[in-house]
């Protein structure tokens, strides 16, 4: 059984930066935007990744309490990101960002999951 998150700023930080992505994305700016058009995701249904992002922040640090809830978020984001890179592999919208902001958070997630989770 997954236990709570050791060590656990990690995941606190990852949670920072998915509440600041679902933040950004209520009003996206031009590169979410171009994001979404260049995957062929329609902009008006937008507000369900925004909610989808904030739950996966509560489950991170509801997670920082509970065992097994911050290794299902974590695991939820890693998955989140692995379907927006099939997304951008498969529109071949591969430009910057794909490299930087999809591949980037992808890295970042996966850190925070074998770092504070499984190793």
Not at 79 to 90: G, I, P, S
């Amino acid at each position: 059984m997954f236990f709570t998150p050791d060590p656990a700023w990690p995941v606190i930080i990852l949670a920072a930066i998915v509440g600041g992505d679902a933040l950004m994305s209520i009003r996206p700016p031009r590169f979410i935007r171009e994001c979404y058009a260049g995957v062929g995701f329609p902009l008006d249904w937008g507000w369900v990744l925004v909610y989808v992002k904030l739950l996966a922040v509560a489950g991170l640090l509801v997670g920082l309490e509970y065992d097994g809830v911050g290794v299902a978020a974590c695991a939820g984001v890693v998955a989140y990101f692995l379907a927006a890179t099939a997304a951008h592999v498969r529109a071949r919208f591969t430009g910057t960002e794909f490299w930087v902001n999809c591949l980037g958070m992808l890295a970042l997630a996966v850190g925070v999951l074998g770092y504070s989770f499984v190793w």
